[in-house]
């Protein structure tokens, strides 16, 4: 492939990081603690998430080692289960729900509406500290002796059979709800707020109205799993016997309640990251994302069907024959939106001019895995081949191909892209292309068996597993090495680049975003004047012309 | 082949010989199963197909070498109708293909034979209605239709066989039942699917599907001396049951004779439908079950009988068909409990009946 690209950075010789920056506004550790800027909270963020991120991923390579063979020798069972179990909760409470809303979203959406700012920046900072201290309990509930709950917490497994930290880990949770609550809280205040003149709903960038949805998942959501797991503290601690059969509680009232927040919750994790996808295409293609409107909608659709599906975790467990049908029906609509926005995508390539850097492969890598994610979520969506699929490793598969294959993917696509914008540096291209390549196989070997497991009928969270299932276990095993190796390669190019980069300039990939009309890294107050959007999103003709106009007055 | 790595050579040999891509079709229901399943793998790849060359397409056509200036398309509301109606339309055939297929699944027909299954941490117990007990197997007869009722005495487990294509949780404090009709003789998996503590991944066992001949012998080798019912009406007058619930004419307590599968109308005006599960509630929980005209003073049994007791009740009261049988529990009573004239029984000294 020849090296046609997009990418215009300054002349190298003459170009300087600009002096006065958000990195550079003020120094010491305390500026940084008691800082409001969304931008320096955001980086703060990146920072936890990605640490977080490594010990879910180390606990990950654990259970591969433990499942390289069938029987379970690396680990005692008990181990293997704190194992799984804190992998769930550390990738699910301390990555995949903060990732894309809380680093990017809080870094971009005020630039993206042209503000100065969210518009509660304290309790910006507030959320921070509040998942900050989530995360250490989390760290001490594992450090002291682990949980082996799963991270679903299912009762009356966690409330009467196992002596392990479940309370300090559900405080953990928790706390880290309340942190993502006030996430939302924000982003849905300062879009409704802070947009300035000229940026109506329908000119807000699709990554927006991504945020802007799953904003509102978050908020309405996660009180209801607070409740469930303050129910299964007093449960605990003092038996009040709500999900308990020999009181008259009903054990399957809390699936109820989980998975009221927990459905929704993956669309907490994915609608951000589709926010991210809509952006990258458009810009590698120079082109206005296709139906603009219907994906601007199908975010919202998701969310709000997204509330009426829970239940679909539950065909199995004894709900009236009629109430799963009524949910598998709401889960086959909740499908189509996301169809919608793998066929806009698609579309928007075609008539462009689209070139393939770092963010774009990886935007294309979502696009594969995530509608294989999603085709085999109808399979567990349709209450007849759920029986035989769900509990295995079937589940386990379509979670990760949507979680990791779809999120994960969109989180590093919105890194690279934002990485120019966020310090002022391009990281090494080769490489990085290198990195989304190997991430990319890594991740097909590694999941890609557990479908043909979870047909057979594995189960999931199994520490031994009879020895007819070693072969593609041991493919499952290679698998996640490579995929390690692709998620630490991009942690070293970007850390090298962030001295020896090149000059990013203001706009290298001529985006059309607010965002990258600015400075990079961008002022504290983001822009010297504010803003006014006299265009719609993703108008290249409109950055053509300013660029044009740019060019004759000097 | 000497010089290949003994390591790469076995892992080659087990790659021949032990690499399992699709379970065994060993019910009436698995090929129905796979039909939808197959429809699904097609509708993916097609799906997924048009996707990747929508991309890889659009990305040669259009790529900045070939086509520099893009070309500005607002959107077309006619291809997008097409992409949200052709899935919706796919996606609602499987929704009710889907839902068919639920429905037979979990739809015991009326003939087929009952087992109860309780799962415990870390095991499955399995009581065929002639007391036969099984622990972490489950034996079957082929080309019949088999009922599991299903109860787990702690946390949740999962009932599991992969080549029947069938699976249903075990939950504490309620039966749910599934069925299955095996039409091949064979040994397969059965694993719980649902985490249940340490040893979770222990809790696994077989299913042995014999012919009827093999099975009617395995039946009368396994047998535990009393059938559930005998167990259950032993309970039945230990626990003076039969103080209430007798035939006389000023009894306490309604008459259990034929109360199984009939309609009940309830103190607080509902109907209801005595199945297991409504026995197993009126046992543990009776205030809440009381029938009409009866004032509520039968005490609790929860925590005085574990689930296999119950079931035994459930099983004795279900297979209550004449006052004939209650009577002679209640003339026994007043003696010590009586066996059935089985070998294993306890106490052969108390042959009083008749």
Redesign the interface.
Known sequence: MSAATIVTLPDQSTARIPKMNFLTKENGLLSWLLTGDHKRIATLYLISITFFFFIGGALAGLIRLELLTPQSDLMAADTYNKVFTMHGIIMIFFFLVPSVPATLGNFLIPMMIGAKDLALPKVNLLSWYLYMAAGIIAIYAMMSGGVDTGWTFTTPLSTHYVNTHVITTGMAVFIAGFSSIFTGLNFIVTLHKMRCPGMTWFRLPLFCWANYAASILMVLGTPVLAITIVLVALERTIGIGVFDPAKGGDPLLFQHLFWFYSHPAVYIMILPGMGVISEVISTFSRKRVFGYTAVAFSSVAIAVFGFFVWAHHMFIMGISNYAALVFSLLTMLVAVPSAIKIFNWAFTLYNGSITFETPMLYAFGFMGLFTIGGMTGVFLGATGTDIHLTETYFIVAHFHFVMVGGMLMAFLSGIHFWWPKWTGRMYPEKISQLAAVVTFIGFNFTFFPQFILGVLGMPRRYAAYPPEFQVLNVFSTAGATILGVGYLLPILYLTWSLKYGAIAGNNPWQATGLEWQTQSPPLTENFIETPIMDHEAYDYEWLERKQAQEVASV | MSHISPVLWQ?LV??LT??????PEASKIAPE?DA??FF?VL??LV??TI??L??AG??IL????R??????????TL??AT??II??GL??I??V???????????PPANAMNIYVVGK?WMWKVEHPGGQHEINSLHVPVNEPVQLTLISQ???H?F?I??F?????A????Y?TMWFEADKVGTY?L????????????M?GQVVVMSPDDFKQWLADSTSGASLAQNGERLFSSLSCNACHNTRPDARGPSLVGVYGSQLRLANGQTVTVDDGYLRQAIL?PSEHVTEGYVPIMPTY??QISEDGVIDLVEYIRNLSSGYRLQQTLNTTELPPGSEGTAAGPAPAAEVKQ
């Open positions: 892992f087990k790659w032990n690499f399992a891509l699709f379970p199963s939808l399943f699904m509708v993916s799906g997924l996707v990747i929508l991309v659009f990305s259009y790529r900045k070498e086509h520099p200036k893009a070309v500005q398309i607002e959107g077309s291809l997008e992409w949200t899935p919706l996606f609602l499987m929704f293909w889907g839902a068919l297929l639920y429905f037979r699944i979990y739809t941490q702690d946390v949740f999962s599991s992969p080549a294509r069938v699976k249903r949780e939950i504490p404090g309620r749910t998996h694993f719980c699917t649902q985490y249940c503590g340490t040893n979770h991944s222990q696994i929980d929860q925590g």
